[in-house]
C-alpha cells in the first residue's frame, strides 16, 4: 500500500445519533471538514464555553474502560472507534460535535462511521501528510504484555490476544494497512466482554448503553448475541481496531510494523509516551506523491513476536 502523500478530509459534513456505551445518554455527532493541519478535534455543543479538545496522547486523561481525553475540566469518552475511523480511512481532518460527552457506540464497531464517511465523501487537501517513519525498533514489556515498532515500508501491524476462556483462547492476525483493508478486515469487528464483567460493570454505573445491539457478549458456553461472531476471530480484528484508534492519537500516522500482544488502552498509551520520548529511533518525513521511495525505507520487514522472536503468522478469516 502506498502511503498517501496528501492530508485528506471530508467532502461534507456526516451526522449520526446512538447511545453512549458507558453513559448510556442518546447523542448526536456531526463530522465537519476542517483545514489542513488541523487535525481531528472534538467540540462540546452542550457545553459552549467548553474548549475544543485535540485527539492527541497528551490530552488522554483515562483509559480504564475507554480512551478518553480532555481539557480545562471538560471530557469526551470513548473515541477510540471514531479514531480508528479516522485514521483507518487516512482522514487528518475534522470537526467532530458532539451533544454529550460520550461518543455514541453504534454497533460496537468503526463500520458505521466509515459508511457515514464514505457516504460525505472524503477529499484530499493541497497539505503534504506527515508521518513518523520508524528508523530502529522501540518496545515496551510489562506483566506478560508487550507493544513495539518495528521498521517497515508500510504500515503494518500484528496484534495477538489470549483469554482463558474456550470461545476465545489465542488469537493472532497481522494486517498490512490500507483503507480498503480496514474496512473489509476490520472496521466492522465489535467490542466484546465477558458477561460476569459485564454484570460487574453494570453494578458499578457503567456500561449503561452496552446490549446485544452494540457488544458481542460471551458466556461461559458460547457467544450471547443470536446472530454469533461476524468473522471467526471478531476478537483479535476488534483489539487491532482499539490499537489503530489508540495509535492515532499520536497526531500523525506511523511507517512501521506495530506488533502487540495482551495489550489494551492504558498500555497502548504508555507505549504513546514511550514513542514520542524515543526520537532517535525515528524521523517525521512527508511523502513527495513522485518519488515515493526518495521518502521512506523501501526494506521489506517480517513480521515479529515479541514473546519468541519467531515470526507471526498471519491468521486466516
Not at 480504564?64 to 487528518?92: K, N, P, R, W, Y
Not at 481532518?93 to 459508511?115: C, H, I, K, Q, W
Not at 521498521?151 to 500484528?158: L, R
Request: charged fraction near 20%; proline fraction near 6%.
Amino acid at each position: 500500500m502506498m502511503p498517501f502523500a496528501e492530508q485528506r478530509t471530508l467532502a461534507r459534513s456526516a451526522q449520526c445519533r446512538g447511545v453512549g456505551l458507558h453513559s448510556g445518554k442518546t447523542v448526536e455527532m456531526t463530522i465537519h471538514p476542517a483545514p489542513i493541519n488541523h487535525g481531528i478535534k472534538f467540540f462540546r455543543t452542550d457545553l459552549p464555553n467548553a474548549p475544543g479538545i485535540i485527539a492527541h496522547f497528551n490530552m488522554v486523561v483515562d483509559t480504564s474502560q475507554a480512551t478518553v481525553i480532555g481539557s480545562d475540566g471538560f471530557i469526551v469518552s470513548t473515541i477510540e472507534h471514531l479514531m480508528a475511523a479516522f485514521a483507518g480511512l487516512c482522514i487528518d481532518n475534522a470537526r467532530v460535535e458532539l451533544t454529550d460527552y460520550e461518543v455514541p457506540v453504534m454497533d460496537g464497531s468503526a463500520g458505521p462511521f466509515v459508511r457515514m464517511m464514505r457516504s460525505a465523501g472524503i477529499v484530499s487537501q493541497p497539505g503534504p501528510r506527515c508521518y513518523f517513519v520508524v528508523e530502529h525498533p522501540i518496545e515496551l514489556r510489562e506483566n506478560g504484555k508487550a507493544v513495539a515498532v518495528y521498521p517497515a515500508d508500510t504500515p503494518t501491524i500484528t496484534c495477538s490476544i489470549e483469554y482463558e476462556h474456550p470461545v476465545i483462547g489465542r488469537q493472532s492476525r497481522t494486517v498490512v494497512l490500507s483503507d480498503r483493508a480496514f474496512e473489509e478486515e476490520i472496521a466492522d469487528a465489535r467490542t466484546f466482554g465477558l458477561l460476569q464483567d459485564l454484570e460487574y460493570m453494570k453494578h458499578y454505573g457503567l456500561a449503561k448503553g452496552g446490549s446485544l445491539d452494540n457488544a458481542v457478549l460471551v458466556a461461559s458456553d458460547g457467544v450471547v448475541n443470536p446472530d454469533g461472531l461476524r468473522f471467526a476471530d471478531e476478537f483479535v480484528r476488534h483489539k487491532i481496531l482499539d490499537c489503530i484508534g489508540d495509535f492515532s492519537l499520536l497526531g500523525m500516522p506511523i511507517l512501521g510494523h506495530i506488533v502487540a500482544e495482551k495489550s489494551g488502552h492504558a498500555f497502548n498509551h504508555m507505549f504513546l509516551n514511550k514513542f514520542f520520548a524515543s526520537k532517535d529511533a525515528w524521523e517525521t518525513r512527508t511523502i513527495h506523491p513522485s518519488r515515493p521511495g526518495r521518502a521512506y525505507s523501501q526494506t521489506p520487514s517480517r513480521p515479529r513476536s515479541l514473546s519468541d522472536g519467531h515470526a507471526v503468522t498471519p491468521a486466516r478469516s
